[in-house]
């Protein structure tokens, strides 16, 4: 079975353009996350989706971010226009059931570097 | 505002010795907590947890120890080795998963 998987694994972009990450979460699973991790600092809570609904989006930065999530299948998050302090990892996790403790499987991370 | 701490950023340890990474947190009503460890270029992978109910829970090398009066965890593994060697994330869960900034472990054969 395949797991979370992420698109792309590094982008790198000037500072006012666009970018789209895309998430495929494990099938089945409901319950779909956006973290993001700046280099040394936590993994940081973006939000929530339970299938085609935003659940929590309250670690969202601001309005330049927007996830989507069509469908209850794949997720995206777009960025735009990209500042520099968007630069970081964004991983998406996925889980069958939320908040059952171990289960929240994630993906290998989407690395973004604004220049 | 971080509600999940880890103090130690890195920690090396000889092979065989045990290891143990601290957590802290701040919010007495999560009410379960986990271990992630994470390798270069892969994302975190669950490792081990523990409800608020118990003080302690075991798998093989890796022991969790909860302390809810000092609000403190701690992941003892024990004998190290050298796969061992990654980050370890710690995070307490309540309406969602907070995480802490993590702790490299190196192992050292």
């Known amino acids: 079975e395949a797991g979370v998987t992420q698109f792309p694994s590094h982008s790198v972009i000037e500072k006012g353009q666009t970018v789209t990450l895309r998430c495929d979460p494990i099938s089945g699973h409901d319950n779909l996350y956006w973290y993001r991790r700046v280099m040394g600092k936590e993994i940081k809570f973006l939000l929530h989706f339970v299938k085609e609904s935003k659940q929590d989006e309250s670690g969202m930065p601001n309005n330049r971010f927007l996830a989507e999530r069509t469908g209850g299948t794949y997720s995206t998050l777009k960025v735009q226009p990209a500042e520099l302090e968007d630069s970081g990892v964004y991983f998406c996790a996925s889980s069958q059931a939320p908040g059952v403790p171990g289960e929240l499987f994630f993906g290998e991370g989407s690395r973004l570097t604004v220049l | 505002d971080q509600q999940v701490k880890q103090n130690s950023p890195s920690l090396s340890v000889q092979e065989g010795r045990i290891s143990i990474l601290n957590c802290d947190y701040t919010n007495s009503m999560f009410d379960y907590f986990l271990w992630y460890k994470k390798y270069p270029a892969e994302g975190p992978t669950f490792l081990i947890s523990i409800s608020s109910i118990k003080d302690k829970n075991e798998d093989g090398r890796f022991t969790v120890f909860l302390n809810k009066s000092a609000k403190h965890l701690s992941l003892h593994i024990v004998p190290s080795q050298p796969g061992d060697s990654a980050v370890y994330f710690c995070?307490?869960?309540?309406?969602?998963?907070?995480f802490g900034t993590g702790t490299s472990l190196t192992v050292i054969p």
């Open positions: 995070a307490a869960s309540g309406n969602q998963f907070y």
